[in-house]
C-alpha cells in the first residue's frame, strides 16, 4: 500500500490536470462558439456555388468537351488524396477518426492497383500517416500560424490541387474532413472534388438560364473557385469540429479526474485511519503488559 | 404591383448582404456593365473587378468587387464574391493599399494575359474612385 505522503502527492497531481482539462475545455467551448457561427455563415456561399455550378453543368450543350475538372481526365489511374486535419493534439477522436476513414480509402484505392498520392493539411494528420504511407506523401501543408480558418489559406491549397491536376499528376481527387454535426458528433467525410460529382442530386430544373459569356467560359472560371471553396467549407467544418471534439474530450477528462480525486482520497482516508488504529493498539498494548 | 426583387450578396465567410426592396443593380459582367431590373431573364455571367451599385427605396448602395459569380433567377439576385468593400466604410488609406497591391499585380511579367486584363481593371477602377 501506498504511503499517506504518497497518496498526498497524487492527489494535488490529480487535482492540477484536473484544472488544466476544465481551462481547456472553457477555451475550447469559447473557440467553438466562433467556429461554429463561421461554419455556419459560410454554408449559404459553397451552397450557393454547387447550385450555380448544377445549373450550369446540366445547361451545358457540349458534354464531351465539358472542361476536364467536370467530367474527368477520362481515366482513373492516379489517385490524390487531401488529409485535412488539425494542427494540436488533445481533442479525442477527431484526428484518428478522420485517419481512420482516409486509410481504409487507401487500402481499397492500393488493393484496385492504383497509384495513390496524398497531400496533408495540418500536422496531426502528417505525424500519423508518415509511418505507413511515408512514401506517398508528396505535400504536408500546416496554417499553424493563422489563428481561424481564412479563404485565403483555403485558397492556397485550392491552386495547388488545381496546378496538379492541370500538370496531369492525378486524375481523382477527394478531400477528407470531419463535419460537424453537433458538439458530440462529428462525421468525417471523404469528398470527391475532381471529377465533380453531381449524381444524385439531380434536380431537374429546366429552367434555361442565359449565360455571358457561355457556359464553357463561365464553367472553366468557376470550377477551380469552386473548388478552393469546398477546402474552405472543409477547413471550417474542421476547426469547429476540431473544437468540439476537444470540448467534449476535455470534458470526459475533467470528470474522470474528478472521480480518481474522490477514489484517492477515500483511499487516503482510509490508510489515515489505519495508521490510527495500529498506533493505537500499539499503545494499549504496551500500556496492558506493563 | 411591386417593382422590387431580392438581392443577396454572399462571400466565403458569411452572407454579406441580404435586401429585398431592390429595384435596380448594375453589375460589372465581364462583358461590360449590366443593369438587372425585375423579371429579367435567367441569367449566369462573372464579374470583373467593378462597382456593384445597389437601387433601393431605403437608400442606394455601393460597393467594390473584385471578382465574383452573379445568377438571377425567379426575382433573386445572387452575387457570390470572395472580395467586397462597401465604399460607404472605404477610406483614402485603404483605396490606396488595393491601388498599390493592383498596380503591382499589373506589373507582373509572368502572367497570362486574363490575370493582366483583370489587374488593369482592378487599377482602372480603384483610380477613378480617387
Redesign the interface.
Known amino acids: 500500500m501506498a504511503s499517506l505522503d504518497d497518496l498526498k502527492k497524487r492527489i494535488a497531481s490529480v487535482k492540477s490536470t484536473q484544472k488544466i482539462t476544465k481551462a481547456m475545455k472553457m477555451v475550447a467551448a469559447a473557440k467553438l462558439r466562433r467556429a461554429q457561427e463561421s461554419a455556419e455563415k459560410g454554408r449559404p456561399y459553397s451552397e450557393k456555388m454547387n447550385n450555380v455550378i448544377l445549373n450550369l453543368s446540366n445547361g451545358i450543350s457540349d458534354k464531351e468537351n465539358a472542361p476536364k475538372l467536370l467530367s474527368g481526365t477520362g481515366q482513373e489511374k492516379t489517385y490524390l488524396c487531401v488529409v485535412m486535419t488539425s494542427d494540436r493534439g488533445l481533442c479525442g477522436g477527431f484526428n484518428s477518426n478522420i485517419i481512420k476513414k482516409a486509410k481504409s480509402y487507401f487500402a481499397k484505392i492500393l488493393d484496385e492497383g492504383k497509384e495513390l498520392k496524398i497531400i496533408t493539411v495540418g500536422s496531426k494528420g502528417n505525424d500519423q500517416l508518415k509511418r505507413v504511407y511515408g512514401d506517398k506523401i508528396i505535400e504536408n501543408i500546416s496554417f499553424k500560424e493563422s489563428k481561424n480558418a481564412n479563404y485565403f489559406d483555403a485558397d492556397k491549397v485550392g491552386k495547388m490541387v488545381i496546378e496538379k491536376f492541370e500538370a496531369g499528376e492525378f486524375d481523382v481527387c477527394t478531400i477528407f474532413y470531419n463535419q460537424f454535426k453537433n458538439v458530440i458528433t462529428q462525421i468525417p467525410q471523404a469528398q470527391q472534388i475532381i471529377p465533380l460529382n453531381n449524381e444524385g442530386e439531380e434536380n431537374s430544373s429546366e429552367e434555361s438560364y442565359e449565360f455571358e459569356p457561355d457556359e464553357d467560359e463561365i464553367l472553366s472560371n468557376l470550377l477551380p473557385k469552386n473548388i478552393s471553396t469546398q477546402i474552405f467549407k472543409a477547413m471550417l467544418e474542421n476547426s469547429a469540429s476540431e473544437q468540439g471534439s476537444r470540448m467534449s474530450a476535455m470534458d470526459n477528462a475533467t470528470r474522470n479526474a474528478g472521480e480518481m480525486v474522490d477514489k484517492l482520497t477515500i483511499e487516503y482516508n482510509r490508510s489515515r485511519q489505519a495508521a490510527i488504529t495500529k498506533e493505537l493498539i500499539e499503545i494499549i498494548s504496551g500500556a496492558e503488559s506493563l | 404591383m411591386s417593382e422590387e426583387f431580392k438581392v ?1 450578396i ?6 454579406f448582404l441580404v435586401k429585398d426592396d431592390v429595384s435596380e443593380v448594375v453589375v460589372p ?3 461590360g456593365e ?1 443593369g438587372i431590373l425585375k423579371d429579367h ?6 464579374l470583373k473587378p467593378g462597382i456593384i451599385k445597389i437601387l433601393s427605396k431605403s437608400g442606394d448602395e455601393n460597393y467594390y468587387v473584385e471578382d465574383g ?1 452573379v ?1 438571377f ?1 425567379n426575382n433573386n439576385l ?1 452575387i ?1 464574391t ?1 472580395t467586397i468593400f462597401n465604399l460607404a466604410d472605404m477610406d483614402k488609406s485603404k483605396q490606396q493599399d488595393l491601388l498599390k497591391q493592383a498596380e503591382e499585380e499589373a506589373n507582373k511579367t509572368d502572367i497570362n494575359d486574363q490575370s493582366k486584363y483583370l489587374a488593369d481593371q482592378k487599377v482602372e477602377v480603384l483610380k477613378t474612385l480617387n
Open positions: 443577396e454572399v462571400n466565403p465567410e458569411k452572407s459582367a465581364f462583358e449590366m431573364i435567367s441569367i449566369i455571367s462573372f459569380i445568377e433567377k445572387s457570390l470572395s
